[in-house]
């Protein structure tokens, strides 16, 4: 059972990146799916959360930039990051959580993370 994510990396201010967090082991259709960043000196924050009935939550800060999607056929949650910015930089997470929660407490499983570094 585990989560991975990938597609991290280095990007400009005002670019664009997907992350994808490829789950094993149980079904994303039974569990949310969470999305937390990282960065330096900063506590771990939610960014966005997708239920399996397809709610959706978003921190204020991602609003209007960044969606989260799910891809039940390939046991995948993406997170496309749009117009990103130097504040965005962090080591992004995925978690699953056995029923819906926007708060980290209630995530139980989490994967190793992938860096997004944002240049200004």
């Known amino acids: 059972v585990q989560l991975v994510e990938s597609g991290g990396g280095l990007v400009q201010a005002g670019g664009s990146l997907r992350l994808s967090c490829a789950a094993s082991?149980?079904?994303?259709?039974?569990?949310?799916i969470g999305w937390f960043r990282q960065a330096p000196g900063r506590e771990r924050e939610g960014v966005s959360c997708?239920?399996?009935?397809?709610?959706?939550y978003y921190t204020d800060s991602v609003k209007g930039r960044f969606t989260i999607s799910s891809d039940n056929a390939k046991n995948t949650v993406y997170l496309q990051m749009n117009s990103l910015k130097p504040e965005d930089t962090a080591v992004y997470y995925c978690?699953?959580?056995?029923?819906?929660?926007?708060?980290?407490?209630?995530?139980?499983?989490w994967g190793q993370g992938t860096q997004v570094t944002v240049s200004s």
């Open positions: 978690a699953a959580a056995p029923f819906w929660a926007t708060t980290k407490t209630a995530y139980d499983l």
């Open positions: 082991g149980f079904s994303i259709d039974d569990q949310a």
């Open positions: 997708i239920n399996s009935d397809g709610s959706t």
